[in-house]
Nanobody
Framework: QVQLVESGGGLVQAGGSLRLSCAAS????????WGWFRRAPGKEREFVAL????????HYADSVKGRFTISRDYAKNTVYLQMNSLKPEDTAVYYC???????????????WGQGTQVTVSS
């Protein structure tokens, strides 16, 4: 059983930056895709970013494109989400997911972290 532990959330002013981390408890194979999703109050979980199994390609939601960057460290079994130019509408609980294929659908991911709160004040 793989456990994912997220960290790095917090309170930041609009325009600021945060870096989220998601570490897997067990060795994951290279052929695993990682995704970041978020859930704002009163809304459904939505896709934010993913990184391919090879790590060679990434995909972002239009709302974060150009501001967020997803990356992975194979040696540390960790994926990161660098968030710059944060906006109040980015406020949400952010979740990382681990699955067998790249997908913007949360149902495609087998493992999830507990979530980390990101709050952006105006």
């Amino acid at each position: 059983q793989v456990q994912l532990v997220e960290s790095g959330g917090g309170l930041v002013q609009a325009g600021g930056s945060l870096r989220l981390s998601c570490a897997a408890s067990a060795r994951t194979f290279g052929g695993i895709a990682w995704g970041w999703f978020r859930r704002a109050p009163g809304k459904e979980r939505e896709f934010v970013a993913l990184i391919s199994r090879s790590g060679g390609s990434t995909h972002y939601a239009d709302s974060v494109k150009g501001r967020f960057t997803i990356s992975r460290d194979y040696a540390k079994n960790t994926v990161y989400l660098q968030m710059n130019s944060l906006k109040p509408e980015d406020t949400a609980v952010y979740y990382c997911g681990l699955g067998p294929r790249e997908s913007t659908y949360s149902s495609e991911y087998d493992y999830w972290g507990q979530g980390t709160q990101v709050t952006v004040s105006s």
